[in-house]
């Protein structure tokens, strides 16, 4: 089955900079990679998603890239404010019924 | 106009009692998911259900009994609690079953067994 690797497990920015969360898939048929914010004591939150005939998408401040050679997706946020503070999940999918596979999340935290 | 809607929030009980958590859905999906957040935050599905099927069970201890009555509910019913039931468990809703779609969360439910 699908096994889906984040790093880093923490990241630590200052306000204004960007921030670069990697993951990694094994199952080269997934086809959907979407990124879900969660705030402290929230629900997970869809931020943006990219599908695999798509190598880029952007949203403002936050953008995803997909190397399906290398099968790794990426997630970018720039000028990083404080609200952006939260764990990050990458997750990854195949069509038909297989569940969304989640990695292990990353705690990002924007220093004012 | 909550989409995805979870009750209890919070649930606190002791080890051996048996409790439910209801989870109910306004946005017209067929697909329905429950997951499970340690406190390490990891993320794990455990049931999917679509228009009141089971579809996915993944390696959950059979005292966890999920249940559709119809499509815009899922519940979930945990016999016998244990010390590690203790999480935050979040239903889900997608507009299919496809690996492709959306999922919305649920607020979540907070369940510490002591």
């Known amino acids: ?112 | 106009d909550t989409a995805v809607s979870q009750t209890p929030k919070y649930l606190v009980t002791q080890m051996g009692n048996d409790k439910s958590i209801k989870c109910e859905q306004n946005l017209g999906h067929d697909t329905m998911y429950w997951y499970k957040q340690d406190s390490k935050k990891f993320l794990k599905i455990m049931f999917s259900y679509n228009n009141k099927e089971l579809i996915i069970n993944e390696t959950v201890p059979n005292r966890f009994s999920p249940k559709s009555p119809d499509k815009a509910h899922l519940n979930l019913h945990i016999n016998s609690l244990e010390l590690g039931d203790s999480a935050v468990y979040f239903c889900a809703s997608s507009h299919g079953a496809g690996g492709g779609e959306t999922q919305y969360f649920g607020p979540g439910t907070r369940l510490l067994v002591l």
Do not use: M
């Open chain 1, 1 to 112: 089955g699908e096994n889906v690797e984040q790093h880093p497990s923490t990241l630590s920015v200052q306000e204004g900079d960007s921030a670069v969360i990697k993951c990694t898939y094994s199952d080269s048929a997934s086809n959907y990679f979407p990124w879900y914010k969660q705030e402290l004591g929230k629900r997970p939150q869809l931020i943006i998603d990219i599908r695999s005939n798509v190598g880029e998408k952007k949203d403002q401040r936050i953008a995803v890239t997909l190397n399906k050679t290398a099968k790794h997706f990426s997630l970018h946020i720039t000028e990083t404010q404080p609200e952006d503070s939260a764990v990050y999940f990458c997750a990854a999918s195949t069509r038909g019924n297989t569940p969304l596979v989640f990695g292990k999340g990353t705690r990002l935290s924007v220093i004012a």
